[in-house]
């Protein structure tokens, strides 16, 4: 199982809504990927759904998605990033705020509705973030382990590849990507891997 999918799966009893804020802001992370997918699956299969529409979504939304996930996979990772997003996460939940996160919605929507939240800009620059920035580096995290974890026998011919420096910084700071999992999930402690 991914990074991003155990990151999703609920805990009982722990920060609920900052938790569903996590799971969303994963969560669109997940849908992009299998967006693209399901859309290189019906190049080479059968159409994803009744119209050949993948997940119901419109050609110019799959097309926004699949722009954008190529924008995040080749974002560049600044090399303290992930202690800086676990820091930024735990800093947002300790002040109560629930920034806004819906499916369907494009990298440039989120980070206008991240900039609308009252207070969290001062959290994220406090952390070195603009909203740019912070949505970019969630998202191009989630995304490349994601796709750095697909085995050789499951990628398509077509399928994106991460950025080789972001693959490079993930792995060599498992400790700092278990955290940031730890903070996705609601907890101190994660029992995921990272291959």
């Known amino acids: 199982m991914s990074f991003l999918r155990k990151a999703m799966q609920p805990r009982q009893g722990v920060g609920a809504g900052f938790g569903r804020f996590c799971r969303v802001a994963a969560g669109v992370t997940m849908l992009a990927a299998g967006v693209y ?12 759904g009744a119209g050949g529409k993948a997940s119901g979504l419109t050609p110019e939304q799959i097309a926004t998605m699949q722009h954008d996930m190529d924008a995040a996979l080749h974002y ?15 800093s947002i939940q300790a002040a109560g705020i629930l920034p806004p996160a819906r499916y369907g919605m494009s990298l440039d929507q989120q980070v206008g509705l991240v900039e609308q939240v009252p207070g969290l800009a001062a959290i994220l620059k406090a952390h070195g973030f ?8 969630l998202t191009c995290v989630g995304l490349t382990t994601n796709f750095m974890n697909v085995p050789p026998s499951q990628s398509a011919g077509n399928m994106p590849k991460p950025d080789a420096q972001n693959v490079a910084l993930l792995k060599s700071n498992p400790k700092a990507l278990q955290e940031l999992v730890g903070v996705l999930r609601g907890g101190r402690q994660s029992s995921t891997s990272v291959h």
Do not use: I, K
């Open 37 to 48: 997918t399901g859309a290189a699956q019906a190049q080479t299969t059968a159409p994803v």
């Open 130 to 137: 603009t909203a740019h920035d912070f949505v970019m580096s």
């Open 76 to 90: 560049h990772l600044a090399s303290d990033v992930l202690p800086r997003l676990s820091a930024t996460l735990q």
